[in-house]
């Protein structure tokens, strides 16, 4: 079989695959704690599952329009003026399958072939793939642990050129926990402006900081920057409702028009019942955010100890998100060889000591 050229390009995902192995290992009767895949291992809340079972019992089990329920939509554009000082309405806001399809359908109706997209680099895996699949070149910017993994104004500026479309903005970070400051968005936010291109903001791990950390919207910087914007979000990490698949994006109002004429030819509407949950969780009052924080922040105290207490390993402290990043360079190994000792061969009573 000919497969398309789009899709052989396309690796699979090494973070599944690793999760995959260590849940045929554990299924084997093996005492293995899985960090791969990024899942809180708390249950959704109760009062959400209470309001996706009331939808249920009222017959919310039909097809729904593709942009999302307007409540919802009016709910999420109501949190993000409130919570993020993000000027959207509900018109300006699309639901989609979760936070990773919500950024899937801005590549699909944003970038062209020869379109070029700026990669922090240490990034999310897919963040890439979906630019290729779309027709465009990613373009990686390596940052330091020196500099806490996060990307300066003068390295944005020094990787632009005239095919840039578009710049990935992840904060909290996937795979650094690193946050980005106010004056730091700020100054990446001068560049956009100055350069007139787009900024995605991934903001799936907002509400998961330590020690005070501040999170800012980069579009709440001023109307010359929401212009330029795309926010991307969704109810996964922060209200422990990964299998849900609801997420969201805010934009202007054309591109979330082109993205909704998408995903009413690949997905039609999200699944109905799932949205009057996703409701319930911005409008009902809940303690269950800093309840999982309080837990995270015990772990990550474990998880720091327990890596600097190895030799030749190396992590800076994660402000945000649910990740330690660990510099394995002085063990000579490549990532997934690193991985797969650890789980076959070593295991971590063994690499510990």
């Known amino acids: 079989m000919q497969l398309a050229a789009r899709i052989q390009q396309v690796p699979p995902s090494v973070t599944l695959a690793i999760a995959a192995k260590a849940k045929e290992m554990k299924a084997a009767g093996v005492d293995v704690c899985s960090f791969s ?20 019992d009222r017959g919310k089990t039909r097809y729904g329009p593709a942009a999302g329920e307007p409540q919802l939509r009016e709910a999420i554009a109501n949190k993000l003026r409130q919570e993020n000082q993000l000027d959207y309405h509900s018109d300006n806001v699309i639901v989609t399958n979760g936070g990773k399809h919500s950024l899937y359908n801005l590549m699909m109706a944003l970038i062209e072939p020869g379109d070029e997209a700026i990669v922090p680099s240490p990034y999310w895996l897919s963040y890439p793939e979906m630019v290729k699949l779309a027709g465009g070149t990613p373009v990686f910017v390596e940052t330091s642990r020196e500099w806490g993994y996060k990307m300066t104004p003068q390295q944005l500026k020094q990787a632009i050129t005239p095919q840039t479309k578009l710049f990935i903005l992840n904060s909290p970070a996937n795979p650094t926990g690193a946050v980005y400051s106010p004056g730091e968005i700020r100054a990446l936010a001068e560049v956009v402006v100055e350069s007139d291109i787009w900024v ?14 501040e999170h800012l919207s980069i579009g709440a910087i ?3 920057v929401l212009a330029r914007t795309i926010t991307s979000n969704g109810f996964a990490k922060s209200f422990s ?4 698949r609801v997420g969201y994006a805010a934009g202007p109002v054309e591109l979330i028009n082109a993205m909704t004429k998408l995903q009413s030819h690949s997905t039609s509407n999200i699944c109905t019942f799932a949205q009057f949950g996703a409701i319930a969780a911005l409008e009902e009052p809940s303690t ?3 309840e999982m924080l309080t837990a995270f922040a015990v772990r990550r105290r474990v998880m720091l100890e327990a890596v600097q207490s190895i030799a030749g390993l190396r992590c800076p402290v994660p402000q945000g998100a649910f990740y330690v990043f660990i510099d394995i360079g002085e063990t ?19 690499f510990r000591g």
């Open 37 to 56: 895949a990024g899942e809180p291992d708390f249950d959704t809340p109760d009062y959400i599952k209470a309001a996706a079972k009331r939808a249920l």
């Open 200 to 213: 995605v903001s991934d903001e799936i791990y907002e509400k998961i900081r330590y020690d005070g950390v």
């Open 222 to 224: 001023a109307p010359v």
């Open 241 to 244: 409702m990964t299998g849900w």
């Open 288 to 290: 269950c955010v800093e």
């Open 332 to 350: 000579g190994l490549k990532s997934v060889e690193f991985c797969d000792r650890l789980l076959e061969a070593t295991r971590w009573r063994r």
